[in-house]
């Protein structure tokens, strides 16, 4: 029997064997931490992102989302995109009050999309044979979409105007995922209420903007690795049947929690919920070629940035920080850009909407 010298050598079976080189040895800066990371400018990170498909100024783009996703929608428009906008304002309505009815936000007035399970029950409903039961909300004798209910500001006169509107939003919605080639979605958050005699997951809780919170209807729910993935995996099934040959691209919402309903401190809750959704995104992202992942929350929250990319609240990402994400973005699909780069700088500044940041309020 050889010995055991003689194997390690590669001296059995004819010539000795001539060591392998190092797999680390051919890799470029990017994969170090001192040369990719340390050395680095964080306001200038190369190669953190790399395209895996072609987005081009023909291919219509449909944006959804957290609050995050609002600064993406708006850069691709500055940039000459062409971004699905299948609700849009009346031409009488100012522009600023036009966004605060949800107008020209997103795709469609469907407002902020925190989690994915929300995501597939509303594709289902919008491309459902038969009309779902509306969920209506009432304050202050006003009445508004629960999934939905800041989109009107102040309510509508009665409940059936709510019906109405929803179907004519849906409608909309159905537009929006038969048209779209490229679709654009941020993962927010983890955490939701939901309506268990409804069966629907709401965007808000109960009472934030209106309706009233009932504890024998209205469960928190705290979607774990497994659901979120599951219902991804559905929602990139169910819309590909839809419209085959949709691509997908996804990020994760850098901004932290406002508040937290686990019984957890609000740290580390925002960190269950952010680690989850990145895990999600990376697993997404090996099963399926036609999804590309994009790193806006590694460039926003990872600690290389120290912080810079946050205003004072540690919460509300900075102008300078939402210009470095598009700047990253669009330098890979820059062949495709064509707008004017001063004004999708001005687009960063624009405030978002967004209703999880209301339940500050409920802190004295």
């Known amino acids: 029997m050889p010995s055991f010298d003689k194997i390690a050598n590669g001296q059995v079976g004819g010539a000795r064997k001539k060591p392998d080189t190092s797999p680390y040895a051919s890799l470029d800066d990017t994969k170090f931490w001192r040369t990719g990371v340390a050395e680095t400018n964080p306001l200038i990170m190369h190669g953190l992102y790399r395209k895996r498909f072609e987005i081009t100024q023909d291919d219509w783009i449909a944006t959804a989302g957290s609050c995050f996703a609002q600064h993406i929608a708006a850069n691709f428009r500055a940039r000459g995109f062409r971004v699905l906008d299948k609700e849009r304002a009346p031409a009488s309505k100012d522009p600023e009050l036009a966004k605060a009815f949800g107008y020209g936000v997103y795709s469609a007035r469907y407002a902020n999309i925190y989690t994915v399970r929300q995501l597939l029950e509303l594709l289902r409903e919008a491309t459902a044979e038969k009309p779902w039961p509306v969920l209506v909300w009432e304050k202050d004798g006003r009445y508004y979409d629960a999934l939905r209910p800041g989109v009107e500001p102040n309510g509508l006169a009665t409940r059936r105007e709510v019906v109405v509107h929803r179907a004519a939003h849906l409608a909309r919605v159905r537009q929006v995922f038969r048209q779209t080639r490229v679709f654009v979605f941020t993962m927010g958050l983890t955490e939701a209420w939901v309506d268990t005699k409804a069966g629907r997951t709401l965007p808000t809780c109960p009472g934030t903007i209106a309706g009233t919170f009932d504890s024998s209807i209205h469960a928190f729910k705290n979607f774990n690795y497994e659901e979120i993935i599951a219902d991804y995996r559905t929602f990139h099934a169910e819309l590909a049947k839809f419209n085959p040959g949709v691509r997908h691209l996804i990020t994760v919402s850098p901004v932290p929690l406002t508040a937290t309903a686990a019984d957890q401190h609000v740290l580390v809750a925002t960190m269950y919920s952010k680690s989850v959704l990145r895990a999600v995104a990376g697993q997404l992202y090996a ?78």
């Open 287 to 364: 099963e399926f070629e036609d999804l590309d992942y994009f790193p806006s929350y590694e460039i926003i929250a990872a600690h290389p940035s120290r912080g810079f990319f946050f205003e004072g609240n540690l919460r509300s990402v900075s102008p300078a920080g939402v210009e470095t994400v598009m700047r990253t973005f669009f330098d890979e699909h820059a062949a495709a850009t064509s707008g004017d780069p001063r004004r999708a700088r001005r687009k960063a500044a624009e405030d978002v909407q967004c209703e999880e940041a209301l339940l500050e309020a409920f802190k004295p």
